[in-house]
C-alpha cells in the first residue's frame, strides 16, 4: 500500500475507532492517523497470524475487511494505551 493509502486507511480507522470506544480520548488529528495506522498494523497481523493466506491478502488493502480490521486494532490500541497510561491512585 503507498502512503496516501496509509494515511486514508488510518484517519478513517482512527476515527472510527474513538467514536465506537466509550469515554474521551485526547489527540487531534495526527493522532487519530497514527491511531488508525498502528491500529491497521495490529489487526492486519491479528489477521495474519489466525488466517490462511488468502483473509492476510484482503486485510492488506484499502477494502471493506482492510478498514473493519483496522478499526479493530485501533479499538485494542486505545485500549492498551488506557491500560499503560492508567495512573494508580
Known amino acids: ?5 496509509w494515511v486514508v486507511l488510518g ?3 482512527g476515527a472510527i ?3 465506537i470506544y466509550p469515554g ?4 487531534g488529528i495526527l ?4 491511531l488508525g495506522i498502528v491500529g491497521a ?18 486485510a492488506s488493502t484499502l477494502s471493506l475487511p482492510g478498514v473493519a480490521l483496522a478499526v479493530l ?3 485494542i490500541a486505545i485500549f492498551l494505551w488506557g491500560v499503560v497510561t492508567r495512573r494508580t491512585a
Not at 493522532?31 to 497514527?34: D, E, G, P, S
Request: no cysteine.
Open 1 to 5: 500500500m503507498n502512503i496516501i493509502a
Open 11 to 13: 484517519l478513517l480507522a
Open 17 to 19: 475507532g474513538k467514536a
Open 24 to 27: 474521551h480520548q485526547g489527540g
Open 31 to 34: 493522532a487519530t492517523m497514527l
Open 41 to 58: 498494523f495490529i489487526g492486519g497481523t491479528i489477521a495474519t497470524l489466525l488466517s490462511t493466506g488468502k483473509l492476510a491478502i484482503t
Open 73 to 75: 486494532g485501533a479499538i
